[in-house]
């Protein structure tokens, strides 16, 4: 159990939390224990497991008396998760917290100070700052604040999903992240969320997201990108940068694979330089590297 101490504080916004897990147990005592050390009791704890059988369910059961709502059935993935836990969230805004990263000390209290002092009419969502860490809580990556602008977003996901809350009605409204969605999911949502509602970058370290060898980012490969095109298209039309990048590249690739001549090969990465230099490399997400395990 955690030994941090908890300060009562009892205003609003009410918080809620979805944890949504699967074989977790490497991690999730270090999830788990991020959110009790949060100085912030107006916050609801939704567990969603997906049926573990690696010692997560025992070492959840130590913490039950924490949680709101732990439930533990199979499922049909991280989406799928999240919209069974939407159905018992009761905060004004909400997040999820995957069983692998984090939330920074008094992160809540920086979210639940932005949400009051804005015009919340016509909130969508509110994100902050998040480090990216290694399986011993090490920081690889200092995480940036950036300031929202839509038009970016469209092209690369440079908000980091743990350090984002949403309006739980409005996300009632349009529905949660899709569940044919595995890779983009978040990407997609906060699209969705930002057509038509108001987006507050906060300048706080809020997250930290854990990069391992078993995370969907490091593993989503060629699918990976093919999602990503997929849902820039959807929300930037064809000309979206992951949308051209990727059927430019992966017509070459087919190329490759019925000839399997290397010249295809050089071509699809000379393809692939030339997006970074008119594009630039930090504006878009599809990129050569993915390609190599589309065999």
């Known amino acids: ?12 916004p009410k918080i809620s939390i979805i944890v949504p897990c699967f074989n977790g147990v490497r991690y999730i005592s270090r999830t788990i224990s991020s959110l009790l050390c949060q100085q912030w009791d107006n916050l609801e704890i939704v567990v969603i497991d997906g049926g573990s059988t690696d010692g997560t369910l025992e070492i959840l059961e130590t913490y039950r008396s924490h949680f709101t709502v732990f439930l533990s059935e199979a499922d049909k993935g991280q989406s799928d998760a999240i919209l069974k836990g939407l159905r018992y ?12 990263d984090t939330l920074a000390p008094d992160a809540l209290v920086s979210i639940a100070s932005k949400w009051r002092s804005i015009d919340r009419s016509n909130l969508g969502f509110m994100y902050g700052i998040a480090n990216k860490i290694d399986e011993n809580d090490l920081v690889i990556k200092k995480g940036a604040f950036i300031p929202f602008e839509r038009s ?6 440079f908000i980091t999903q743990p350090a984002c809350f949403f309006d739980t009605k409005w996300t009632l409204k349009i529905g949660g992240p899709r569940v044919d969605l595995r890779y983009a999911m978040d990407w997609d949502f906060t699209l969705r969320l930002s057509k038509e509602r108001d987006v507050y970058a906060i300048d706080r370290h809020i997250a930290d997201l854990r990069i391992h060898e078993d995370t969907l980012t490091e593993n989503g490969g060629y699918v990976r990108s093919k999602e990503i095109a997929k849902v820039g298209r959807k929300h930037g039309g064809i000309l979206n940068k992951n949308h051209l990048a990727f059927c430019a590249m992966d017509s070459i690739e087919s190329l490759y694979r019925m000839t399997r001549w290397g010249l295809f090969r050089r071509m699809r990465r000379n393809l692939s330089r030339f997006f970074d230099l008119i594009w630039g490399q930090m504006s878009y997400m599809v ?3 993915t390609f190599d395990d589309s065999n």
């Open 1 to 12: 159990m955690s030994d941090c101490c908890r300060k009562h504080v009892r205003s609003l």
């Open 89 to 100: 969230v009761s905060g004004d805004i909400w997040g999820w917290l995957n069983a692998d």
């Open 287 to 289: 990129h050569d590297h």
């Open 152 to 157: 970016r977003l469209k092209d690369r996901f």
